[in-house]
């Protein structure tokens, strides 16, 4: 016997997965879907990272030093960011970086990008 509603929380112990039909202690089908029961309700998966979030490029670097510096610059104002690198190309027995992009979440770039603009250099 399937039933919308319940007054006794005790009694209800089974629920259909497809459309959530609330049943008593003993049934093991759900009427009208005609799936198995389960104890609780699956937990809606949340999106991951990546979907939810749009990485946008704020600097491109010819060497890693300089994009590690900023990278630590943005991670102390509390701006996550990554690193992406095409790969590393060999002049001379030195290797060096093709090009290095500095990426941060969309919502994140205008801040990023002002802090990187700051020069700290100047003196007040």
Do not use: W
Request: with cysteine; charged share 30%; hydrophobic share 35%.
């Amino acid at each position: 016997m399937r039933f919308k509603s319940c007054h006794d929380e005790a009694e209800v112990s089974m629920f259909c997965p497809r459309c959530k039909a609330e049943y008593r202690r003993g049934f093991t089908r759900c009427n009208e879907c005609d799936v198995p029961l389960v104890f609780r309700l699956p937990v809606p998966q949340q999106e991951s990272f990546e979907e939810e979030t749009k990485l946008v490029v704020v600097r491109t670097y010819n060497n890693k030093l300089d994009a590690d510096v900023d990278r630590m610059t943005l991670e102390a104002a509390g701006i996550e960011s990554m690193l992406r690198s095409d790969g590393v190309s060999v002049i001379r027995s030195f290797p060096m970086a093709r090009e290095i992009e500095l990426l941060v979440c969309s919502e994140d770039a205008y801040d990023a990008d002002q802090i990187l603009n700051l020069d700290l250099r100047k003196s007040s």
